[in-house]
């Protein structure tokens, strides 16, 4: 992380503003890795930052990117087997980790965040959290397969019915599916029930972030008014109203 000025730093702390802050450094309370600081003096999370004794710790900021997620790039922190893994791919100052996965093969929306609760929250499959997807298959979209999909598909290897979904015909070979649940490579799964290939899928909606705007290996902030609609969908009240 950058280093920043050291009244900007007290007050990330809640300690005080940046005015007051210059008072209490300048009254020689705060001292910098043993050392009493002087003004200019710069810091960052590896710094070892008392007042009057008593250590202070920034309270870290809560980020939350929309990424889309190229095919190719496995949801992983560390496989020595992937080739290309999702923390390599994002160069971001913070250490974020995903919450849902996208299988390697699959492309579209992926939401990473420093937020533990967020993304226990949204992990959370009680929750009925929607994700949309856009599909395309290698047989004709029928209607029988519309009604099946939609009415939920026992998976045998899983030993699982899946839920009831909305699906939507887009063209000869393409729908639009929203899911409630995420179980793993469910799509792919539902339509090898249905003697169905899967020829691309992409994640294009998660709750009410969308991939609009990004191309593959590009992400973006989720900040304002976007934030705080992700976390009240999420079902965490108003907690990221401001933040960002």
Partial sequence: M????LNKYLAQCGVCSRRDADKIIGAG?????????????????HDSVLLD?????AKEEKVVLAYYKPKGVTCTE???FAERIVTEEINYPVRVTYAGRLDK???????????????QHMMKGSEGHEKEYVVRIKQEVTKEFMEKMSAGVYLKDLGVKTLPCRIEKRGRYLFYIVLTQGLNRQIRRMCRELSVNVFSLKRIRVLNITLDG?????YREITGKEKADLYRAAGMGNV?????
Avoid: H, Q, Y
Avoid at 2 to 5: G, T
Avoid at 29 to 42: H, I, P
Avoid at 53 to 57: F, P, Q, S
Avoid at 106 to 112: D, F, H, I
């Fill in 105 to 119: 093969d699959s492309e579209g929306l992926l939401l990473l965040s420093n937020d533990g609760d967020l993304i």
């Fill in 214 to 218: 990004l191309r593959p290996g590009e």
């Fill in 2 to 5: 950058e280093k920043i000025r």
């Fill in 29 to 45: 309370r705060v001292s910098v890795n043993g050392v009493t600081a002087d003004m200019g003096v710069r810091v960052d999370g």
């Fill in 240 to 244: 990221g109203k401001g933040i960002g």
């Fill in 53 to 57: 004794g008593k250590e202070l710790r």
């Fill in 78 to 80: 560390k496989d020595r």
